[in-house]
């Protein structure tokens, strides 16, 4: 579904969505630092609704609110972190984006590095305004292209070939004292 994207910026906003914003679409906005906790409660949920079967349950069993809100008190100042509010206010996604971290990637020098949104709201739209809201950040500083890694195993790789991303490569990584690869995508133009 095609949809006409406005960029209206405000002190602190980055609000995408059509023209006129009706009642049921996501306000997507650049995070703030008290949106720390919300943040940790979508990574979280995320992270054991989409890892399921791919990363042990023992590790996903232990991961916290309160250690992932830490997190992310440092990290929403030193980053280009979005998130996607539903009509009462609520964070349900979030995605954060920068300089290509690896080097390993010639000729991307962006990176998406994260992206979740809760399981109840994945399939509205909400994942391409937040990776639409990284891209014009990454573009404002001066970055032309992206990549991305998904846990293989992860269906979301649709999401992102969906996006135009193609499969450029395989990353060996490990989580949980468990070796995984990652599946690398780029865009050549954001």
């Not at 969505?17 to 949920?45: F, N, P």
């Not at 079967?53 to 809100?69: A, G």
């Not at 994945?122 to 500083?141: P, Y």
């Not at 992860?154 to 490569?169: T, V």
Request: with cysteine; proline share 1%.
């Amino acid at each position: 579904m095609n949809q006409h994207v406005t960029y209206v910026s405000f002190e602190h906003t980055l609000l995408l969505g059509l023209t006129s914003m009706k009642e049921d679409e996501m306000k997507i906005r650049k995070a703030i630092i008290e949106d720390a906790s919300g943040i940790s409660r979508v990574h979280v949920d995320a992270w054991r609704t989409t890892y399921k079967n791919l990363i042990p349950d023992s590790f996903l069993d232990q991961l916290s609110y309160e250690e992932r809100e830490q997190m992310w008190k440092v990290n929403i100042p030193n980053g280009n972190v979005y998130v996607a509010e539903n009509t009462t206010g609520k964070i349900v996604g979030f995605a954060c984006g920068g300089k290509e971290r690896s080097g390993k990637f010639a000729g991307y020098d962006g990176e998406l590095y994260a992206i979740y949104i809760l399981e109840k709201y994945q399939g509205q739209g909400i994942g391409r305004k937040l990776t639409e809201a990284v891209k014009h950040r990454l573009r404002d500083i001066g970055l032309t292209s992206m990549v991305i890694l998904v846990l293989e195993g992860n269906k979301a790789y649709q999401f992102y070939e969906a996006l135009g991303g193609k499969r450029i490569g395989i990353m060996e990584d490990t989580i949980a004292d468990t070796v995984v690869n990652e599946l690398v995508y780029g865009w050549a133009e954001i």
